[in-house]
């Protein structure tokens, strides 16, 4: 994970193999990084999370909530030991 302070506004941009997660308060620097990155990477933006490692992402922005569920995963696990 990376973090930047600009203006008082957090930008935290979070790695993981060959995915990155950006949030910011400002929308425009993340359109600045997204450029910055394509000028050395081949980039797709796939828009909103929805899942991540084995975890669905749901996002309240009204209420400025997240919530990350493993319900998935904890079900094929007890499927597993025969639960």
Do not use: H
Not at 18 to 29: G, H, N, T, V
């Amino acid at each position: 994970m990376y973090f930047k302070a600009l203006n008082g506004k957090l930008v935290i941009i979070a790695l993981y193999v060959d995915d990155i997660f950006i949030y910011r308060e400002i929308k425009s620097e993340k359109e600045s990084l997204y450029k910055k990155l394509a000028e050395s990477f081949d980039i797709k933006i796939l828009g909103p999370v929805t899942s991540c490692l084995g975890m669905k992402v749901e996002r309240d922005r009204n209420k400025g909530i997240w919530k990350l569920n493993q319900g998935d995963y904890a079900r094929r696990l007890l499927s597993i030991v025969g639960l």
